[in-house]
């Protein structure tokens, strides 16, 4: 009988061949690097990859003109990611906590093409990532977030355009589409 191992990650029995690579885990706050399958390590390594690159954009945060639902006046707040990385944090006046596992579809608002095309590119979670438009000379300009709030019905829509820094704007919406799409692996 083969000794079984289970993957930390996806929490599945492999045996030893098959779960043998040791790979950091950050996201569920493994400080050392832990037994992980062959396509939980393949996806922690991309993981990995963008927390490096992407991660310090998203906990430093950038300011954002913020509309919840159908409000018409934003609030000017900063948008970053919570320590744990579990929430997006949104400081203004007002004070609001998101959990990236309630975000049911990140839209990137962007500007550049011309009239008559869409003007965002979409990403749900049951479509994968499926751009609006393919090249161009688009650039993002916010984003727009639907989640489901604590106590409310249905979804609750929140948009995020570029505040008083647009380049950190732009950098801080592209890092949340990617945590976005990463955070199902």
């Given at each position: 009988m083969r000794p079984q191992h289970h993957c930390r990650r996806c929490g599945k029995c492999f045996c030893d061949k098959c779960c043998g690579q040791k790979v950091p885990l950050r996201r569920m706050c493994f400080v050392d690097p832990v037994r992980q399958c062959a396509e939980c390590a393949l996806v922690s390594h991309k993981e990995a990859e963008f927390y490096d690159k992407q991660l310090k954009v998203l906990l430093s945060g950038a300011t954002f003109l913020v509309?919840?639902?159908n409000?018409?006046?934003?609030?000017t707040m900063v948008c970053r990611l919570s320590n744990n990385q579990r929430y997006l944090l949104l400081d203004g006046d007002s004070r609001?906590?998101?959990?990236?596992a309630h975000i049911s579809t990140v839209q990137i608002l962007t500007e550049g093409f011309p009239p008559g095309e869409k003007d965002t590119h979409t990403y749900t979670s049951l479509l994968g990532s499926q751009p609006a438009s393919e090249g161009g000379n688009a650039r993002a300009?916010?984003?727009s977030l639907r989640f489901a709030a604590p106590g409310a019905e249905g979804l609750t829509q929140l948009k995020l355009t570029a505040g008083e820094d647009a380049h950190a704007s732009r950098r801080q919406s592209t890092a949340t589409k990617l945590l976005y799409e990463s955070r199902d692996q």
């Open positions: 509309t919840f639902g409000s018409e006046k934003p609030e609001h906590e998101i959990d990236i300009t916010g984003m």
